[in-house]
Structure formats: C-alpha cells, structure tokens
C-alpha cells in the first residue's frame, strides 16, 4: 500500500482524532482522516502494542501540536503550572488557552492556530489599543483584542469569519461590528479544551 501524503497531521492521523491543524479543511471531506481510517506510513498495520510510556508521551504531543508550541515552550508552561496554586493539569490547560494565537483563533479571526500566528506576527490585531506581535501573550480578563483599522487587515479577518463555523467559547465574546474585536470575559478553565486530552499522564510524564 502506497505510503499517504495528503496535508493532515500524522498525531491526527495516529489518534484517530481530528486536531483542526489544517483549518476549514478538516471540516470537509477533504480532511485526511475521513478519506483514510488508519495510521501513517507504509506498514500501519503492523505495529506493536503501545507501551505505557508511549501512551503519555502520545499525549503530551498531542497537546504540543494542537497549541503549536515546542518543547522548551512547553517545560516553561509545566513548570509555571507546578508553582501555581490548584490542579497541575488543569492550570495548564489553562495556561495553554490563553495564548494570543489560540484566543484568536477560537474568536474565529484565524482559520488555523498557525494562520491566529500569523495575523499576529504581521501585525493585523491590537491588544488594549497598543500592537502585540507576540503569539505566546498571555490574555486576561477584560482585554479587547481588535482588529486595525486597515483593509488588509479587516479583508483577513472577515473572509476567515465568513467561513467560520464553529462556536465561539464562553470565556470569549466576539462584536463582528464595522472593526471585529473580541473581549476576554473570563479566563479559560480546562473545560473549554475543544479536544480530549488526558492532562494526568501528561503530569506523570513530565513529572518524571
């Protein structure tokens, strides 16, 4: 059988579950894992069992790419999580959906986490009034993340908004006035995580 090159994650493709890595196209029949039930590469039906340390660190990748972070990133987030008061998974799941690129992301202003990303880096939103260009920002309660007020910019935002058609997280509200602009209402819990993630064998993984 011919080794798939189609543009989907391969963790999605392991898992067997959507990560939304490749925007609206996961939502259509186009996506990779509705035109292939199985694993990648050559020989996906012969693997072995999956070890357990295999199964956390599974998970931890999982969680790596869906936020689009690297492994440095990632230890930071754990240990800020380990030092901060209430559940170690829960804080950082917590942690995770306040980055800039995910909220913006989830307002429905980007497609992907990677195009949020790059609306950021190119300088299409505003925080508060003032510029942000860094993706890792931390958001919190009562900020207002807009849009310029220029037309590259607005015709972005509004064509990924036109196509958007997922739901809006409680922790967020979203104007599509003249200018879209979102508000942070509260900080997000590790409820408002859209895929399942088992943050306990990420814990016992790092913990190690």
């Known amino acids: ?3 798939y090159t ?3 994650c391969r963790l999605c493709r392991r898992d067997g579950m959507k990560l939304f890595l490749k925007g609206l196209r996961c939502d259509t029949s186009k996506c990779g894992i509705e035109r292939r039930e199985a694993p990648p590469g050559q020989h996906q039906y012969r693997r072995g069992k999956q070890t357990d340390y295999g199964l956390h660190l599974r998970e931890k990748q999982k969680v790596k790419h869906y936020y689009g972070v690297l492994e440095r990133q990632f230890r930071r987030y754990f240990q800020k999580a380990e030092h901060t008061k209430g559940n170690t998974g829960d804080v950082l799941m917590a942690l995770l959906e306040r ?4 909220v913006i992301h989830r307002m429905g202003f980007g497609q992907s986490r990677s195009a949020a990303r790059q ?7 505003t925080i ?3 510029r942000c260009d860094v993706a890792s920002y931390q958001v919190n309660v009562g900020d207002v ?6 037309a590259k910019s607005l015709d972005r935002v509004r064509a990924a908004l036109a196509e958007n058609g997922r739901d809006v997280p409680d922790f967020l509200s979203v104007t599509e006035s003249d200018i879209p602009e979102g508000v942070v209402s509260r900080l997000p819990q590790a409820e408002d995580v859209s ?9 016992e993984l790092c913990s190690r």
């Open 1 to 3: 059988m011919a080794r």
């Open 6 to 8: 189609g543009p989907v």
């Open 99 to 102: 980055r800039l690129d995910n």
């Open 119 to 125: 609306l950021i880096n190119h300088g299409h939103v």
């Open 128 to 130: 508060n009034g003032k």
């Open 145 to 150: 993340i807009r849009v310029k007020n220029r």
């Open 195 to 203: 895929i399942p993630i088992q943050a306990q064998l990420i814990i």
